[in-house]
């Protein structure tokens, strides 16, 4: 049994595995296949300020080895998080990552300061490819990243800040430095990279916004170089994903710098995949005569 | 709800382009209603996403579904043979509850028909089934004697080639000796449960009516939020876990 334990803006989490954003909930419906304490942390459903209902359906198609979503930012809102999901990730020991969008600088701020103190990181999702209020605005330009970045830190006192990266840019070096220099305390990527499939009979895109986010296995090389190339350009920590199907790939993504990882997709192929990642994981850090997992981080040397 | 292992203990062609397929669980998963659903793997890893099949059969530990090949997903799945594993996630959804009931209208069309059958077979002791099905055509009839287990059947087929020409839903209206029913259940393709609401309407028919809808999915489980429906008083409902029966006046069709 390697020690898995690892720790990100003095936040200490059991495990380095995170379920990410928008393919767990809240952690309940998870939670009734099998005990959610044993994953490292959760990151909430992308919320914004008001309860919003989300795009039209189908919002969901497939590719080899990926997937396309196209949700919409549903979410019950901020506040309904805060009086009825918070208590019950508490309860469970996991680190509690709230995911936050917003259309415009002041709901960014206001988000942040309604859960200021309440979570134990605010992930600003900056780089939902579906939506206007997704932040995807923000998510492109460096200069934007560092005024959203800006915005929301001075709103959060308490508690740490994750900037959510999106790959669909010119230089995630250049976004990655623009959010560490607007005070994020750490940086997530990769979000999804915008696709489409079409439905032949009907000539129209499957999915009814036409586009959505591609995820899965058949991203994973994009995103462990995505996540290399950010974590040689800051400082600050790094919570990798895209495409995480087992603890190797989670062993990857540290290897490349992360000091955390989140998985997504794989929850969909595997509903049991978390709790395997992480027993992979600690399998192979065994199997490499490896005591702690930290060990592994940023370890990678270029040919 | 577990996510397990299952072996393929059969997997054949019972009418056109329609296979059962049946699973040995290797864990007990407890009651599987009819009209809750599993999500299986389809047994190739380039596919992430499980396809939802309604359950059409359980005895202990053995569970059959029936597909019918449309896509990639079904299309793979036809080439599973005994022994295989497969991964399968269930039970899912809330299925048909009718414990209030005793005299059931069942109205069902297409790949609609397994989760019905299931139901059937769960009460067919205690209850009596009044059962309107529609077909494409003759080669797409199948499962007579499971469906023959309703006190009174009526086959329709789109072109006539068995039964009566016509489809399910005009089949019960026109039904001049229909049996006085306290619920009807039906499950089928979207334009026949838009078809079903209007007509009910139409006939001031107010006795409960539940539907069972289907939407693409990726949990399966309420997390996702992709599978949503429209309900009639604005809000979204999970197809995966507040359905995917509704009460048919609850959903907008
Ligand atoms: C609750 C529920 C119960 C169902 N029960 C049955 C059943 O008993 N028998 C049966 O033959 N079919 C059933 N279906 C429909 C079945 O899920 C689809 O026909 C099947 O997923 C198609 O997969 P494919 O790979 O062949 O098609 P593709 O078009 O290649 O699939 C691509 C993606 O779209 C999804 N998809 C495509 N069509 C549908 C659809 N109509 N509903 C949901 N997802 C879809 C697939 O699951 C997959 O994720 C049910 C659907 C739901 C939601
Ligand atoms: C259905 C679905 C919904 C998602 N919703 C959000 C969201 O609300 N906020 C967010 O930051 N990312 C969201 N994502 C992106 C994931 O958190 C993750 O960045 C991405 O899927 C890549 O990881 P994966 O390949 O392991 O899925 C969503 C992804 C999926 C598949
Ligand atoms: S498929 Fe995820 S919520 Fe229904």
């Known amino acids: 049994m390697a020690d898995l334990k690892i720790e990100i803006c003095g936040v200490k989490l059991k495990n380095p595995v995170i379920a990410a954003s928008g393919t767990f909930g809240f952690g309940r419906e998870y939670n009734e296949i099998y005990d959610i304490s044993v994953i490292g942390g959760v990151s909430s459903k992308g919320m914004t300020l008001k309860p919003r209902l989300g795009n039209a359906v189908p919002r969901i198609a497939e590719g080899y080895g990926v997937i396309l979503n196209a949700v919409g930012l549903q979410n019950p809102g901020v506040e309904h998080f805060i009086k009825h999901d918070l208590s019950f990730l508490r309860e469970k020991g996991v680190a509690v990552i709230a995911n936050v969008a917003g259309s415009t600088l002041d709901d960014y701020g206001e988000i942040c300061a309604a859960l200021n103190g309440l979570a134990d990181f605010v992930e600003l999702n900056i780089s939902c490819p579906n939506v206007k209020a997704g932040g995807m605005a923000f998510g492109i330009k460096p200069e934007s990243i560092n005024e959203v970045t800006r915005v929301a830190k001075s709103s959060l006192t308490k508690t740490p800040l994750m900037v959510k990266l999106s790959p669909n840019v010119e230089s995630i070096t250049a976004n990655a430095r623009a959010a560490e220099k607007g005070g994020a305390d750490c940086i997530s990527l990769v979000n999804t990279f915008t696709g489409m499939v079409i439905d032949l009979e009907k000539r129209k895109p499957v999915l009814a916004n036409n586009t959505g986010g591609v995820s899965g296995a058949g991203i994973k090389p994009i995103a462990v170089k995505m996540v290399y190339e950010a974590c040689q350009a800051v400082d600050i920590p790094v919570v990798g994903m895209g495409g995480i199907m087992s603890g190797e790939d989670a062993v990857e993504f540290m290897m490349a710098g992360a000091k955390a990882v989140q998985v997504g997709t794989a929850n969909f192929a595997d509903a049991n995949a978390m709790p395997r990642i992480i027993s992979e994981m600690n399998a192979w850090l065994d199997n490499h005569g490896i005591k702690s997992v930290n060990e592994i981080i940023g370890t990678v040397r270029m040919n | 709800m577990k996510d397990l292992t299952a072996i393929v203990k059969g997997n054949e062609e019972i009418a056109e382009k329609i296979y059962m397929l049946t699973l040995e669980l290797t864990e007990d998963v407890g009651a599987v209603r009819g009209g809750q659903f599993v999500n299986l793997s389809v047994g190739d890893g380039s596919m992430l996403l499980r396809r939802p099949l309604g359950v059409c059969k359980t005895d202990g530990r053995l569970l059959s579904v029936c597909y019918q090949v449309k896509g990639r997903g079904?299309?793979?799945?036809?080439?599973?043979?005994?022994?295989?594993?497969?991964?399968?996630?269930?039970?899912?959804g809330n299925g048909f509850l009718l414990d209030k009931y005793k005299n059931i209208a069942v109205i069902g069309g297409g790949v609609g028909i397994f989760p019905l059958i299931a139901t059937i077979r769960e009460h067919c002791a205690d209850k009596n089934f009044y059962s309107y099905i529609g077909f494409r055509n003759k080669s797409a009839v199948c499962l007579l004697d499971e469906l023959g287990k309703s006190k009174s059947l009526t086959v329709t087929t789109d072109d006539g080639s068995y039964g009566i020409k016509g489809n399910a839903v005009s089949a019960y209206f026109e039904d001049v000796n229909k049996p006085a029913a306290?619920?009807?259940?039906?499950?089928?393709?979207?334009?026949?449960?838009?078809?079903?609401?209007?007509?009910?309407?139409?006939?001031?028919?107010?006795?409960?009516?539940?539907?069972?809808?289907?939407?693409?999915?990726?949990?399966?489980?309420?997390?996702?939020?992709?599978?949503?429906c429209k309900k009639t008083d604005g809000e979204n409902a999970r197809v995966c876990k507040d359905g995917p029966v509704f009460d048919i006046n609850e959903v907008e069709l």
């Open chain 2, 74 to 92: 079904t299309e793979r799945l036809t080439a599973a043979k005994e022994g295989d594993e497969l991964k399968v996630l269930l039970p899912l």
């Open chain 2, 182 to 228: 306290d619920a009807i259940i039906a499950c089928g393709p979207p334009v026949m449960l838009k078809v079903l609401k209007r007509e009910l309407k139409e006939h001031g028919v107010n006795i409960p009516c539940f539907v069972s809808l289907e939407e693409r999915m990726g949990c399966g489980v309420g997390a996702c939020l992709v599978c949503v």
